[in-house]
């Protein structure tokens, strides 16, 4: 069998929240991590690490950690449905509920990966514009990117969480992460339990792009 | 010919700064913004928009823009590598000269994506933490290495830079990006120049990840 083309990939790899809690293999989570590896960062400074939680105990602390979020995050999330109809509604319903069941069952997965960085290894070049900072994303979720395509490369489900990082005091405490470490991502990964890899929601390039100045269509 | 494989493409994907003006395709261009939209945002929001620029002049006044924290950055990073020595400090230099080649010649590479996002469409997680947020990235920067993982499908060398985040003011202007929608990376494509992909310089994946807490090792 050969590996799984790159467009095929990428064009597949929708979140997938509902997994098998079926081991996996210490040579797949390697890989997973070297994909990660490959991405790109500011100098090639590469200023994150990954924590692979498989310890059960663990795996139940974030878990709970992440209700918190999840039930003010819900609340909003079920309003915003509320005022929806139709498709539209029926799609968002699904959504939300294969991410609640995430949060009650991220402890089942065999594997949460927990990314974190260091602010003093980054050249933040938008630090002094007045609005959000993002670009010390620019050398961290490349790599959650690498990671997220491997899995589906792999054949195993996951999605990019960051709901944990409104708890990482205590997430830093649960796992240890030294100052000035903090965290970015946490992505459960295992066995697709229902409908796995498929088709991607998304609006086409047109929706997307301008060539050359904003506004102006692309294609 | 079949499409590159997962692992072939995002083992070779390095930095590609020197490049052939020839034109790039339109159904490449499209092939590569496609790509982008693939990847994953918070909420599916999609918060991001690209703007491949092709015309020259605008092409000159990024890199005109470019210079000015460039020669900053290149003071800095000469200094950096006057203190090295032997392979580390020769491979420092050839990364050196590469970029400075890219800094003065970028608005020779036929198209330079501008990706712009909206703060206003994030749910940014890390806002409340004592340290610079990083989670607004999570929405754009999987897109940004989707599009670079895709260039080097299609052959083509490119390279993620945000030192124009920066002049983000005149580049706002330049390419009448209108209010909240800022900028967060800068990605010259285009045929590679020279050498062009192939192995990568990285830490191993034995550095890079930890078993349960952080310091404890994965393998």
């Not at 960062?41 to 692979?52: K, S």
């Not at 996951?158 to 965290?183: G, N, Q």
């Not at 295992?190 to 086409?204: D, T």
Request: hydrophobic share 40%; charged share 20%.
């Amino acid at each position: 069998m050969g590996e799984i083309g790159l467009y095929e990939a990428m064009s597949s790899c929708r979140a997938v929240r509902r997994h098998r809690s079926d081991e996996i293999p210490d040579e797949v989570v390697r890989r997973l991590v070297e994909a990660a590896t490959w991405a790109p960062t500011g100098a090639n400074n590469q200023p994150w690490r990954v924590i692979a939680v498989r310890d059960a105990e663990l795996k139940q602390g974030l878990q709970e950690l992440y209700l918190g979020p999840w039930n003010a995050y819900e609340q909003s999330a079920r309003r915003a449905i509320d005022g929806l109809e139709g498709e539209s509604r029926a799609s968002q319903e699904r959504g939300l509920a294969a991410a609640t069941h995430l949060a009650h069952h991220m402890h089942r997965s065999p594997v949460i990966f927990v990314f974190c960085f260091n602010p003093e290894r980054m050249a933040i070049t938008d630090a002094e514009q007045p609005r959000p900072s993002v670009v010390g994303g620019g050398s961290v979720y490349p790599a959650v990117q690498n990671l997220l395509l491997a899995a589906r490369g792999e054949g195993l489900g996951c999605v990019l969480t960051t709901l944990l990082c409104m708890k990482e005091p205590e997430v830093r405490a649960l796992l240890e992460i030294p100052e000035p470490w903090a965290t970015c991502a946490f992505v459960p990964v295992g066995v697709p339990a229902s409908r796995g890899h498929g088709p991607l929601s998304r609006r086409p390039p047109e929706k997307m792009a301008f060539l050359d100045r904003w506004g102006a269509p692309l294609f």
